[in-house]
C-alpha cells in the first residue's frame, strides 16, 4: 500500500495526489485533514453543536486540546480554534460547540450555516491543557459557557475510561437556559460514581447551585482545597482572572491549569512608539502605532493571512527582512534580519520592514 | 526621441497613477466567491485533461488515441503552466488563503521550480520591467532582443539560439534563474547559486521521472509511443509558452528604458513604463485562458496580483484611459505580434541594426495609438 501511494505521488507531481482525490470527492484525501459534518444540533439560542467525520489522515487528540478549523466565507479561508467536547477515544467522531459572537466572523458563519455534509478543514490537535497520566484521584474542572468543550471532552474521556477518582464539574451559565449539555452532564454523573456536577448561574437567582459569578465561597463550598488536587479552569475572561486570583491567595496557583479561548492581553505601549513599519511586497509604509503589527498591516490596507490572533495558531508567520520587534506575549525581542514572526503578537520597535 | 519621464508633465502622471489605483482598489474591493470559483473550475478542467491525456496514451497503439491524448496533454500543461501556475504564484489568489492556491506554496507541472522562479519573474522582471541591465528577460541573457544592447559577433546566432529557446522553452526557464550570463560575466559565484541548482536537479529529476520514465514504462511495450507524446506535449507546451511571452514585452514598438530614466520612479511613472513596456495579444475568451490572460499583458503587468480573469473585465477602462493621456496601448493578432517578434530577431542579430537611430525609430515610428483605435 505505501508503495502504491508512493508510486501515485511520483506520478501525480507537482501537485500530489490530493490534488486530484480532491475532485472526485473533498474527504478522499489523504495527506490533509478534512472533517465532514455527520449531524447539527442547536442546544441554546446561540450556540451551534456539530459532529465531524474526521479523514484518513487524522490521528486522535488528547482531550483538553484544541483543532483549527477551516471554513470558506465569500471565498476566503477563515481559520479558528476550537476544542473538541468529545471523549478522545472516539476516533471516528468529534464534537464541536461554538458559540456565535455577534460581531464574529466564523463562529457566526458556522452557527447560521454549517449544514450536514459540509467539509470543513481541520488541523493536527494542538496544545498543553491536558490531564496528566495516571490518572489524577482528585479534579475539579470548571468553566464558563462555551468553556464547557475542552473539560467536558476530559470528563467524557474519564468515563470512557471508567476513571473512578473524585470530580468537581463546575460550570457557569448566564441562566437555567444558557445550560450546555445539561442532559449529558446528568446522565455522565449517573455513570461515574466520583462526580459531582455544580451549576452555576451568573444572571438568576433560582435554581441551580450557584448564583453570581465565581466567588471564594463558590470555590470553598464545592471545592475546598485539598492536597493534590487539580483543577483545570477554561472560560470567558472575567471567570478566568477571578479563578486565578483565587488560587493565588490560597497558594495553589500550581495546581491549576487554565485554558484562554480570548486573546490574552497583550503588553502595548503605544504612547512612546516610534519608526516606520515598512511593508516590502506592496511597498506600503505606515508610521509605527505600537499595536501588533497584523493590526498595523490592515490598517495600512493589507489583509495578510492570519488565524487566531493570539500568537497560538502560527498563520500569520512572516519574515522580518529588517529591524526589531518585539513579542508582546513574552516580552523576546528580535534582532535579526530575515527572522519569522508572529505578526498578531510582535510589535515593532523603531523601523521595521516586513515581507509583506 | 521622446523619453519615459517627458511624455507626461509630472502632473499629469500622478494623476494617471490615481486613476489606475482606483481601478485596483476596486476590483480588489470586489474580489471574492466567483474569482474563487473561476480558477477551481480551471483547476478541475487542467485536471481532466490530465488524466484524459495520461489515460488515452495507454491506447497509444492507436493513432487517434495517441493524438487525443498528446492533444490533451498539451493542453493541460499549458493551462497548469499559464493560466494557473503562473497567476497563482503571482499571488493572484492569495487573499483566498488556500494552501492550494497560495504563491508561496505552489509548484507547477514544468521542470522550473517554482521558487527560483518566483524570484527572477515576480521581482526581477516585474520591477524592472524592460529596464536595460536590470530586467533580465530581456533576451533572457542569450538573446539580442534590444538595440540599445551592444552588438557582439555571437548574436550573429540570434535567430538560432531563439528556435532553440523556443523549443527547449522549460529548460531555458529553468537555466534563466542560474543567470549564467552573470557569473559568466563574474557578477556572480557559481558558489551562491547552490541552492538554485539543487531545487532545479530536484524539480527536473521529477519532471523528467514522471514524463519520461514512470508513465512510459506504466504503458509497457508502448513505452517509446508514450514517451514520444509526453515530449510532444512538453514540446506545444513550450512553443506556445514562449510564443505568448516573447509577444509580451518584444514587439516592435514596445520600448524599452535605461537605468537613468527610472531611478526615483513614483508610482504613476511606474504605472507609464509598464504600459509601455508591455504589449496585448486580441483574441477570444479561450485564446485569452489559454495564454494565462497574458494577452493582456498591459493590464497584468499594471495589477499582477489581481486575478487574471479580471484583465478583459478592466482593458477597455486601461485603454481609454491612455487614450486620454494620449499614451499608446500596444496590441494586435497573434500573427502580427508573433511575426514583428521574429524580424526583430533577425534584424538584431546584425551589427548595423542598433543604436541610436534604430531604436528612435522604433519607439517613434510603431505602436497603435489609443487615441486612434
Ligand atoms: C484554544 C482555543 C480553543 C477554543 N475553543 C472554542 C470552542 O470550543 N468553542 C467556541 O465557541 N470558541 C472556541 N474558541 C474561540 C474561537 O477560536 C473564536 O475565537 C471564536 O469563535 C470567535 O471567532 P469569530 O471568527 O466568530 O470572531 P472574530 O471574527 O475572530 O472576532 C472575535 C472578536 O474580535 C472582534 N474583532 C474582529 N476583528 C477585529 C478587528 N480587526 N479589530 C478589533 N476587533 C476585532 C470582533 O468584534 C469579535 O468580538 C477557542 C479559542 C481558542 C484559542
Not at chain 1, 216 to 221: I, K, P
Not at chain 1, 289 to 311: F, I, N, T, V, Y
Amino acid at each position: 500500500m505505501p508503495r502504491i501511494a508512493a508510486l501515485a505521488e511520483a506520478l501525480l507531481t507537482p501537485h500530489g495526489a490530493d490534488r486530484y482525490l480532491e475532485l472526485i470527492h473533498p474527504m478522499l484525501v489523504r495527506r490533509e485533514i478534512r472533517g465532514v459534518v455527520t449531524s447539527v444540533r442547536r442546544q441554546t439560542a446561540d450556540t451551534v453543536t456539530f459532529t465531524v467525520r474526521p479523514s484518513r489522515a487524522w490521528r486522535g487528540f488528547t482531550a483538553g486540546q484544541y483543532v483549527r478549523i477551516t471554513v470558506d466565507i465569500d471565498g476566503v479561508r477563515r481559520t479558528r480554534c476550537y476544542s473538541p467536547a468529545s471523549s478522545q477515544h472516539r476516533r471516528d467522531e468529534l464534537e464541536f460547540t461554538v458559540k456565535a459572537d455577534p460581531s464574529g466572523l466564523v463562529s457566526r458563519h458556522l452557527h447560521e450555516r454549517i449544514t450536514e455534509g459540509a467539509v470543513l478543514g481541520l488541523s493536527e490537535p494542538d496544545g498543553a491543557f491536558t490531564l496528566p497520566r495516571p490518572r489524577p484521584g482528585r479534579l475539579v474542572l470548571i468553566s464558563g459557557g462555551s468553556g464547557i468543550t475542552p473539560v467536558l471532552s476530559m470528563l467524557r474521556t474519564l468515563a470512557d475510561e471508567g476513571h473512578r477518582g473524585e470530580i468537581v464539574f463546575l460550570h457557569y451559565a448566564n441562566t437555567a437556559d444558557d445550560v450546555l449539555y445539561r442532559d449529558e452532564l446528568a446522565d455522565l454523573a449517573r455513570r461515574l460514581p466520583g462526580l459531582r456536577v455544580v451549576l452555576g448561574y451568573t444572571h438568576q437567582d433560582s435554581g441551580g447551585d450557584l448564583h453570581g459569578f465565581c466567588t471564594a465561597e463558590h470555590l470553598d463550598a464545592v471545592a475546598p482545597d485539598r492536597a493534590g488536587t487539580l483543577t483545570y479552569l477554561c472560560g470567558p475572561p472575567g471567570l478566568l482572572t477571578a479563578v486565578r486570583a483565587l488560587t493565588e491567595h490560597r497558594g495553589t496557583s500550581e495546581r491549576l491549569r487554565t485554558e484562554d479561548f480570548a486573546p490574552p492581553s497583550l503588553e502595548l505601549d503605544t504612547t512612546n512608539a516610534t519608526g516606520t513599519v515598512r511593508f516590502a511586497h506592496s511597498g506600503r509604509e505606515i508610521a509605527n502605532s505600537g499595536r501588533p503589527l497584523l493590526e498595523q498591516a490592515e490598517e495600512a490596507g493589507l489583509s495578510p493571512e492570519h488565524g487566531c490572533r493570539m500568537g497560538i495558531c502560527f498563520s500569520c508567520t512572516t519574515v522580518k527582512a529588517r529591524g526589531c520587534v518585539r513579542n508582546a506575549l513574552s516580552g523576546e525581542l528580535s534582532h535579526d534580519d530575515d527572522e519569522e514572526i508572529q505578526l498578531c503578537i510582535s510589535v515593532p520597535v523603531g523601523d521595521v520592514e516586513i515581507n509583506a | 526621441m521622446t523619453g519615459l519621464q517627458d511624455r507626461l508633465t509630472p502632473e499629469q502622471v500622478e494623476e494617471f497613477g490615481r486613476e489606475m489605483d482606483a481601478i485596483r482598489q476596486r476590483i480588489v474591493a470586489d474580489l471574492g466567491a466567483e474569482d474563487v470559483q473561476y480558477i477551481q473550475n480551471v483547476i478541475k478542467a487542467q485536471r481532466a485533461l490530465e488524466v484524459a491525456g495520461r489515460g488515452l496514451l495507454f491506447a497509444g497503439f492507436f493513432p487517434p488515441a495517441w493524438i487525443a491524448g498528446v492533444g490533451a496533454l498539451s493542453l493541460s500543461k499549458i493551462l497548469d503552466n499559464m493560466e494557473i501556475g503562473h497567476n497563482v504564484m503571482h499571488g493572484q489568489y492569495d487573499w483566498t488563503r488556500d494552501p492550494a492556491l497560495s504563491s508561496r506554496r505552489f509548484e507547477w507541472d514544468t521542470v522550473a521550480p517554482a521558487e527560483n522562479w518566483r524570484h527572477s519573474h515576480n521581482y526581477i522582471h516585474h520591477t524592472y520591467t524592460n529596464i536595460l541591465d536590470k530586467d533580465r528577460d530581456i533576451g533572457y541573457g542569450v538573446l539580442r532582443m534590444d538595440p540599445d544592447q551592444r552588438w557582439h559577433p555571437y548574436y550573429l546566432g540570434n535567430p538560432v539560439y531563439a528556435a532553440l529557446l523556443a523549443v527547449f522553452f522549460q529548460w531555458g526557464v529553468m537555466l534563466h534563474d542560474l543567470e549564467f550570463d552573470r557569473i559568466v560575466k563574474g557578477e556572480r559565484s557559481w558558489a551562491s547559486t547552490k541552492e538554485v541548482r539543487a531545487r532545479m536537479v530536484r524539480k527536473a529529476a521529477r519532471q523528467v521521472g514522471k514524463d519520461y520514465a514512470l508513465f512510459p514504462l506504466l504503458t509497457g511495450p508502448l513505452a517509446p509511443l508514450t514517451l514520444l507524446g509526453n515530449a510532444t506535449a512538453n514540446l506545444t507546451r513550450n512553443l506556445w509558452a514562449f510564443a505568448i511571452i516573447f509577444c509580451g514585452h518584444f514587439p516592435a514598438d514596445v520600448e524599452s528604458f535605461t537605468e537613468e530614466e527610472t531611478e526615483n520612479e513614483t508610482r504613476g511613472q511606474w504605472y507609464l513604463r509598464q504600459i509601455l513596456g508591455s504589449a496585448n495579444i486580441t483574441g477570444g475568451p479561450l485564446f485569452h485562458i489559454l495564454t494565462g490572460n497574458l494577452s493582456h499583458q498591459i493590464e497584468h503587468h499594471l495589477f499582477p496580483d489581481i486575478p487574471a480573469r479580471r484583465y478583459p473585465q478592466i482593458a477597455g477602462e486601461v485603454r481609454a484611459i491612455c487614450a486620454k493621456y494620449g499614451l499608446p496601448y500596444h496590441t494586435g493578432p497573434l500573427h502580427r505580434q508573433l511575426f514583428s517578434v521574429a524580424r526583430k530577431i533577425v534584424k538584431l542579430a546584425l551589427p548595423w541594426n542598433g543604436r541610436p537611430s534604430e531604436r528612435e525609430s522604433a519607439t517613434l515610428g510603431g505602436g497603435e495609438r489609443a487615441a486612434a483605435a
